[in-house]
C-alpha cells in the first residue's frame, strides 16, 4: 500500500486534489453559490427590495456579489457580512458595462 503511494504522479494527484479543494472553500469564486444564484430572491432582505420589479435572472459574479437582470432596470447585489452569519444586502442599480481592455478609443 505505502508503494502505491510513493508513486510521484499519485503524490500530484493528492496535491492537485487538496489544492482545488482549497480554493474552493477560501477562494473569491464559490462555485455552488453560481449553481443556486436564483435561490437568492427568497431572502426576506432582497426579496422585500426587489417586490416591484419582475426579476428575470440573477447572475453570480463572485465574492458575494450577484447580477440582478430584471425587466425595468438591473442591478448589482453584494451581501456584506457584519459577523460570521449576519449579513445585509446592499443593492445598486446598474448602469452600464465598463470595457476595461486596452484597446484604444477611435
Not at 65 to 89: C, H, L, P
Amino acid at each position: 500500500m505505502l508503494k502505491k503511494l510513493s508513486n510521484p504522479s499519485v503524490i500530484l494527484n493528492i496535491i492537485l486534489i487538496i489544492t482545488l479543494i482549497g480554493i474552493f472553500l477560501f477562494g473569491p469564486y464559490k462555485p455552488l453559490h453560481s449553481l443556486n444564484s436564483e435561490a437568492i430572491i427568497e431572502d426576506p432582505g432582497l426579496s422585500k427590495a426587489l417586490k416591484d420589479y419582475d426579476v428575470e435572472s440573477i447572475k453570480y459574479k463572485g465574492n458575494n456579489t450577484y447580477f440582478i437582470d430584471t425587466k425595468t432596470k438591473d442591478f448589482i447585489a453584494v451581501r456584506d457580512y457584519f459577523s460570521t452569519m449576519d449579513y445585509n444586502w446592499k443593492l445598486f442599480g446598474f448602469e452600464e458595462e465598463i470595457d476595461y481592455s486596452n484597446k484604444k478609443a477611435e
